[in-house]
């Protein structure tokens, strides 16, 4: 399909009108990757592993985890297959492109507002979902033949660290056993965003400034650098660490945890060096669920600083602030 950055950014020397940002939009600051980054390595004490989630979900709203257990090949061949679904042919990835939210199996270009935003983000993007498999495989592209074995054996392990980390946040936060296992981790979506080589990055956008509105997200960022974290008033590179997973706290980790843990504000820029795939594995709760700030957080001196809201409500709000932290979290506070 014409519209995919991936089919048609190869023949062009530079960029198109409609992917030129308005300066105040645009990556203009210098932005510098972070002194002591956040990082949980899982062969730590479990111990260890909750205070560093509990700290770097209070500080900063993302980590990176290392030494996770999932296999360096595993995570290689699934970025291989990635990137080669997103080189082949303009005619075969058309079959799968649909811009239909309905669809369980999207393959769409900048967001889903295309046909009516001003301005398209340097980005395609593949989203599935991937759990449980035996219900979902038959939605996922067949082309290239590897994709669904190795993208199944990707999101098996991917789940198991999730959940891990689930349940260290779950010890962290001290909430009862389980408390994430039923409604609130109901869907398990793969979503796989492609920026391609960027005739001119200081122009473009990647993704918008945006929080996730889901639970938690494990991002894959391969080598390349691009995705940046709002900090302290400030942009900062995430940088790629070799093999490192990184877990973005969503909005309604924030809800539930009472502002124990942040969500955190990010958004990707583009480079003209090398195409750039993410692999990230969202996890959300029922649509039906209402989310609230855990009842074992909540006493007279730590009022609930949210009020409950249905998971699909809280969707459209999103939607309808185009994923905007501030005046988001801000229209689900109670008054005080
Ligand atoms: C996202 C996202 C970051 C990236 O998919 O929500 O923020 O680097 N992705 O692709
Ligand atoms: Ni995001």
Redesign the pocket.
Known sequence: MAKLVSSWSKDIKSLPENYVFPPDQRPKELVAPLYNPPIVDLTKSADEARQKILEAGRDFGFFQVMNHGISQSLINEAMDVLKEFFDMPAEVKASAFTADSSKRCRLYTSTFQYDTEEVHFW?D?LTHPCHPLEDCLQLWPEKPTRYRDIVGKYSVEVRKLVLKILDLICEGLELEQGYFGDELSRIHLL?V?H?PRCPDPSLAM??QR?C?PNVV?I?F?GDTN??HVFSDGKWIG?EPIPNAF?V?IGCQLQIISNNKLKSAE???VTNSEVD?T?I?Y?VIPSYECFVEPAKTLVDEHNPAIYKACQYKEFLSTYANENGKYETLMEFYKLQT
């Open positions: 980005r993007n979503s965003n920026y990647g993704m945006h996730d997200t991002l960022q691009g995705l995430v990184i973005i990010h958004r990707v750039r993410t990230g969202f």
